[in-house]
């Protein structure tokens, strides 16, 4: 073989190299837009509820489906063209477990999974003194992990006093002087549990 026909093939070789090298990459490349829309599936703490959030950049109509675990259908709906989305979904009919989350539009196609617990209970301790002292009384709440309202009522259930307790412990003491006789509750409720205790003025 001449050096002509060497060289020759050596340059061809060279540029097939690089064109099939060419061609493969922007064959296989991921398209530029991929990455428009990015969701966030995230689970609120001590809820049944995720929220689901993105920007729809492209404003394209979108569907967004959710699956439970055997990865039947079990929420459907559809968002408008609006550029920002946000929007809360709460699973309590259906309980915890894990859901799959499908969004899709014209050009777009995302899948997330997320899982949501059952609600954190709130199963507070509430002590009462056992009677009224010097016509005063007091109620005590410990382990408080939400919400409790304290009130005090009386027989016909007239609310007298109403506070709303958000403290893990709290101790509250009432004074009933100017109360006419009769008999009166302190009561601590909340959504898990509730209590209360009966005193009585003569």
Excluded at 30 to 44: K, R
Excluded at 97 to 121: D, Q
Excluded at 152 to 158: R, W
Aim: aromatic share 12%; glycine share 4%.
């Amino acid at each position: 073989m001449n050096s002509f026909n060497f060289i020759q093939k050596t340059v061809f070789t060279f540029i097939f190299a690089i064109t099939f090298s060419f061609i493969s990459v922007t064959t296989f490349a991921s398209p530029a837009d991929e990455d428009d829309m990015i969701a966030i599936v995230e689970a609120l703490p001590n809820s049944t509820k995720f929220i689901l959030k993105f920007e729809n950049e492209k404003e394209e109509k979108l569907k967004v489906n959710i699956y439970n675990a055997d990865l039947k259908l079990v929420f459907s709906e559809a968002l408008g063209k609006t550029a920002q989305i946000q929007r809360i979904y709460d699973m309590s009919n259906l309980g915890e477990g894990t859901y799959t989350v499908l969004i899709k539009g014209k050009t777009y196609k995302e899948k997330r999974t997320i899982k949501v617990k059952s609600a954190l209970k709130n199963n507070f301790n509430a002590t009462f003194s056992p009677k009224a002292i010097n016509k005063k009384i007091f109620a005590s709440v410990e382990n408080n992990k939400g919400t409790v309202k304290l009130t005090l009522t009386d027989s016909e259930g007239h609310i007298l006093y109403e506070e709303t307790i958000n403290e893990e412990n709290k101790k509250r003491t009432l004074n009933l002087q100017g109360l006419k006789k009769g008999t009166y509750f302190l009561q601590v409720i909340g959504q898990d549990n509730a209590t209360y205790e009966t005193y009585h003025i003569d």
